[in-house]
């Protein structure tokens, strides 16, 4: 009789045969429901690049909300490759974490820095759960060897790592920074009572363009 370890070891090296369809059913059920999230984040990264204060800071939504099409693409040709229909299941995680990005724009000052560095926050919280979504399908892909499928996981997991260090790397450069030196001249300037700052559209930043 097979231990409890063996058989787990089996489960997860796909050589139980009583599991696959199980594995597969999750499979399919989680590639859904980050279809839904990919197409949801998409118009969200709109908003974001509406609401930001810099043009680095929307430069670098604009820029996602690209790859997050040809992602929303590879999710569409997956569905084919495994031969089902293309659809989402809703994800409440993901429509908790973008109403959480509505909420800091209604929280913190139109054209200040220290909206950028909320609306960054706000991001990295989405990235953080779609990298954990992607690299369970990923794994998941591995284990049914859905060899086309997890290729394509593949390339949208790295892409979202990077779009994370990204953002980090632009939240360190200059808007942590700078949001401070706004606070320390402007006490309370996070909140959206204040007055707004008038010329949004300037480059108010003294790096140049984010290199994305």
Do not use: C
Not at 150 to 170: I, M, S, Y
């Amino acid at each position: 009789m097979a231990s409890l370890a063996d058989k787990i070891g089996s489960f997860f090296s796909g050589n139980d045969s009583s599991a696959d369809e199980g594995l597969r059913d999750l499979f399919i059920s989680e590639l859904k429901r980050v279809y839904y999230s990919e197409k949801r984040s998409l118009h969200a990264l709109g908003d974001q690049a509406d609401a930001s204060t810099t043009n680095e800071v929307r430069s670098a939504f604009l820029q996602h909300q690209e790859e997050s099409r040809n992602q929303v693409e590879r999710l569409e040709e997956i569905f084919k490759i495994i031969g089902i229909k293309t659809e989402d299941h809703i994800s409440h995680a993901i429509d908790g974490l973008i109403s959480d990005a509505h909420q800091v724009v209604s929280e913190t000052e139109q054209g200040s820095l220290t909206r950028d560095a909320a609306l960054i926050i706000a991001a990295q919280k989405i990235e953080h759960y779609e990298i954990a979504i992607y690299g369970s399908l990923l794994t998941l892909a591995n284990v049914l060897d859905f060899t086309q499928s997890a290729e394509l996981l593949a390339q949208t997991l790295e892409e979202e790592k990077a779009t994370d260090h990204k953002l980090t790397t632009l939240a360190e450069s200059f808007v942590n920074t700078r949001s401070r030196e706004e606070e320390e001249k402007h006490p309370g300037s996070h909140h959206a009572s204040r007055h707004p700052i008038h010329g949004t559209d300037a480059d108010v930043t003294l790096g140049g363009p984010l290199g994305v």
